[in-house]
């Protein structure tokens, strides 16, 4: 004879399934597991994880080119700073009582100054990129568009305000040489300018794609984490039900094998 019935079986069988639930749960943290535990909350909660996951890589682009533009914008402050000296050079070379041997010293200074600025363009780099090649721009995926940061060919734009082509044999051919270098610090100047707007741009962009992550994952929590005080108290009540279900089996047991005694 069978000493269970099918309705206590089902019981026990449906306590057993709780359980095992809440225990998934509770070891995951998670309210949804499956898409059996909330199809429509679990669709959500991917949408969500998409889009933190886009603004975390597009934040990581955006401080990538705020390194970027450091460097390019500290390269441009070695280059002014040798322009600055060559600015002094020439008023230098201004004095009235310097001789040939004199004049022909700070020539030789400057175009020392002159190496250092070649050779600042020449090796300002990022990850193997020189910066200071051409005219162009650097685009930045933030993961719903894009930021870019414009770049120059320093070179070229130098010799064009005749920067390498500093004279100062001469009072009159300093003179000139100095309007030059007083051009090529306002162009170094205004290069910079941009460099540190750009540099804004991409740290205020950071900043509000951070800020999105935050909501988003604040808003993917509320819908798929557990709440453990909850599903704590569930896992009592689910325990309780489950010892006092096999209880409850165990005495029909007896008390149906004790009938049968009685009639045997």
Do not use: C, W
Not at 124 to 153: P, R
């Amino acid at each position: 004879m069978k000493l269970n019935t099918p309705g206590s079986l089902n019981t026990l069988n449906q306590m057993q399934l709780q359980q095992d639930n809440l225990l998934k749960k509770l070891a995951t943290a998670k309210r949804i597991n499956s898409a059996a535990d909330d199809a429509a909350g679990l669709q959500i909660a991917n949408q969500l994880s998409s889009s933190i996951n886009a603004s975390a890589q597009g934040e990581r682009n955006l401080y990538d080119g705020m390194s970027l533009a450091r460097v390019y914008e500290q390269g441009l402050q070695g280059i002014n700073d040798n322009l600055g000296e060559l600015n002094r050079l020439a008023v230098a070379a201004g004095n009235g009582i310097y001789g040939a041997q004199e004049r022909a010293a700070l020539q030789a200074e400057a175009d020392q100054y002159t190496a250092n600025i070649k050779q600042t363009i020449d090796t300002t780099e990022f990850g193997g990129k020189k910066l200071f090649g051409q005219d162009g721009s650097l685009n930045f995926g933030t993961g719903s568009g894009n930021m870019s940061f414009n770049t120059a060919d320093v070179e070229a734009g130098l010799t064009a305000q005749n920067a390498f082509s500093i004279n100062l044999s001469s009072a009159s051919a300093a003179a000139l040489s100095l309007e030059n270098i007083k051009t090529s610090l306002d162009y170094v100047s205004g290069l910079q300018a941009e460099a540190g707007a750009s540099i804004n741009s991409f740290s205020s962009a950071a900043s509000s794609l951070n800020g999105q992550q935050i909501a988003t994952s604040a808003a993917r929590s509320r819908i798929e984490d557990l709440d453990f005080a909850r599903a704590t108290s569930d896992k009592v009540a689910a325990d309780i039900l489950g010892k006092t279900s096999t209880s409850v089996a165990l005495q029909a047991r007896v008390q149906h094998q004790q009938a049968l005694d009685l009639l045997s």
